[in-house]
């Protein structure tokens, strides 16, 4: 659920109309909502409520907004990081260094150093070599760092390829059947402290079998682990469940999802820890867009809206589907293909669309787009950086400033030799 709906026939973001956001910040804008946060990562925790030690790290790079992070780490969460950059989010957002989780297959060894000074919590190791460099970074610095082996199940998430990453293909992880061996060696390397295992087998997952398998195989893995002699005190699960992107989508709810771990993770004595992204940040977040003219086409209608592929990826990344609707909706209705202004015919939302009527000026939303959404967002044909606003009852403020292209522009220079 979220706190996006019509108030006297207007969308509005709580008790906010969007029109008055689009009115005073323009369009494209994002807007978040932050009961909609708050509830989700509340829901999430409460799902897991019935395991007895749990961690939860926040994918950072779903919405690695400041303000967002800040609500994250009030709510109690930590973060799963990617970069150094993501690492100096969550620290400025004030989550806790121990709180913190390094995941990825190309830390570089200025990131693993970086995140060995700020005394990040776990790093989870995604193949021995970079088991190797990192213990020799942390005896070079005198530190110790804390990690987990993070291990490709060979499941299929049964999910979309480009967000797949439990495959033997795919290449996150060390193989399965490889991963006993390069444990040990790792855990008897100096500077590094092996305290368990990692597995995250895909995003937008909407079944919960693969996963179910997966941790299945990865508790196996712990037992023999702990049969050879070694500590696994923590079990990270990854994240990945989907979240519903088209009215009347039916996925597992996260009580489902912390059944199922239950079920599984039953006698493994360990502290579980968890990744969630889109479950989180998906439903929290609209894309603000105004319609800039209706084309008339040979089929369908164009609908060109001013939120382009370069504010909202995910369609022409992956196929991606946004609800879209209108902010003031005239109870008409229109078959249309919406598309942005860039050009790439891959700058579409939808084709053959049934959608609310729009006309030339007035506003729409694509929905759900709070995960994965403005964090792709880039500047391709020198349009803006898309800005980012928060919601909290009737108080708004924007949490990301527009990037304008001459602020963009500034940044570049013509060498003296071509002048
Ligand atoms: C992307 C990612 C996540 C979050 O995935 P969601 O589908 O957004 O929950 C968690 N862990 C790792 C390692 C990831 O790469």
Redesign the pocket.
Known sequence: MDHFGLVDGELHAEQVPLAAIAREVGTPVYVYSRATLSRHAQVFREALSALPRVHIAF?V??NPNLAVLRLLANEGYGA?V?SEGEMNRALAAGMKAQDIVF??VGKTRAELAAALRAGIGQF?LESEEEGVELSAIAQSLDARATCTL?VNPDVDARTHAK?S?GKAENK?GVAYDRAAGIYARLAGLPGLEMRGL?V?I????SDLEPSRQAFVRMGALMEELRAGGHTVSHMDL?????VPYKAGDALPTPADYGRMVAEVARDWDVTLMF????????NSGVLVTEVVRVKQGTGNPWVVVDAAMNDLARPAMYDAWHDFAAVKPTGEAMTANIVGPICESSDTFAMAREIDAVKAGELAVFRTAG??GATMANTYNSRALVPEVMVDGEKWAIVANRIEPAAILAAEQVPDWLR
């Open positions: 994918a790079k779903s799963d990617v995941s990825g989870n993070r967000i990453t996150f990692a995250h895909g995003s937008q997952i990854g994240g990945g469940l989907g990744e969630p992204g889109r479950v989180i940040t998906g995960a994965y």
